[in-house]
């Protein structure tokens, strides 16, 4: 009965159980992919500096060890996985799944984009406000063996270091019914950890550091304004929560018009930002991601000056109160 019950989520498992195993068997160790001659001499670089960034997060930050990014999964150029997220129309709420062990989570994983397509239509005929993106890198917590993905190696290098330390910061810490918390921290560690490792490996003025910090310091504009915008999003829901839902689907679409307009407001290193809502216009789904990965930034940030800025320190209490 309980099977029947659950059939669903455990046909759900078995699919992503599938392709994550298909990751995970036909990843080749780095060594062997080092020594192969017609594997590209700059991308064999790409992958020294993720080996670097490992190496650095586990000894010099005390992230856990682990045999994660010690091999490459060749995905051919294609999008492995889709991240499936929905949230309530007329507030900032996001619709949550329940995994076994990890329990609620604000996404779904997909490596079949029809079937994340699937779900998509059936929680918009719900009223959802959903998004489908693709995924660049994910951890599986320490329980399996988590690869380097060959699509990591187009990343710039700080970008690469980043996604590095922040996957490793989901293996070595992860609190139940908190993703906000957990998202927000490895985002927190992955930025701070990069600085730091660009810092120890090319010196504080190279230009490798100095165009991830650029790039950080645009990634952190939008994701301000962004954050603006939800705020005024969830300012004006509280305020017509007893309208019509024609009243509030027009309020709404005026706002996020307004909050696309006024994006070139906003000063950017790198203009092709102002081009950000030329393809898609964001909905309540859209920035419902902004806050489940950098909503607590001041709240984290109290915590690194509390620990004088180093990194380390903080990763330690960290463990201490949440490690796996």
């Known amino acids: 009965m309980l099977a029947i019950w659950q059939w669903s989520m455990i046909l759900y498992g078995l699919q992503q159980a599938k392709g994550q195993l298909k990751i995970i068997r036909e990843a080749k160790p780095i060594e062997e992919v080092l020594a192969d001659p017609n594997f590209p001499d700059s991308l064999k670089q790409k992958l020294r500096l993720a080996q670097d960034a490992r190496v650095y997060a586990m000894e010099k930050l005390n992230l856990s060890f682990s045999e994660n990014y010690t091999t490459l999964f060749d995905q051919h150029g294609e999008v492995l996985l889709w991240n499936l997220s929905a949230c309530e129309p007329y507030a900032l709420e996001a619709h949550t799944w329940y995994y ?50 060959s699509n990591m190696l187009e990343r710039s290098e700080g970008a690469l270091a ?30 701070r950890g990069a600085e730091l490792f660009l810092k120890e490996k090319y010196g504080d003025s190279s230009k490798v550091l100095t165009e991830y910090l650029q790039s950080e310091a645009d990634s952190k504009r939008l994701t301000q304004y962004v954050l603006t915008g939800a705020q005024e999003l969830d300012t004006l829901y509280t305020s017509i929560k007893d309208q019509p839902d024609s009243i509030k689907q027009l309020l709404k679409n005026e706002k996020i018009d307004k909050i696309i307009s006024n994006l070139d407001t906003v000063s950017f290193y790198n203009t092709n930002y102002y081009q950000l809502f030329s393809k898609a216009k964001p909905n309540n789904a859209y920035f419902m991601s902004f806050k489940r990965y950098h909503a607590q930034e001041d709240t984290l940030n109290s915590i690194y000056r509390k620990h004088n800025y180093d990194l380390k320190s903080m990763i330690e209490e960290m463990k201490s109160l949440y490690g796996k």
């Open 100 to 149: 076994p062990f990890l329990g609620s989570m604000p996404y779904k994983g997909f490596f079949d984009l029809e079937k994340a397509k699937a779900e998509r239509e059936s929680l918009e005929a719900e009223g959802f406000d959903t998004r489908i993106r693709p995924v660049g890198g994910w951890s599986t917590l320490g329980i399996l063996k988590d690869p380097i993905l």
């Open 162 to 191: 980043e996604v590095i330390i922040h996957e490793l910061t989901h293996a070595t810490v992860f609190v139940k019914n908190e993703i906000a918390f957990n998202e927000n921290l490895a985002s927190f560690i992955g930025e």
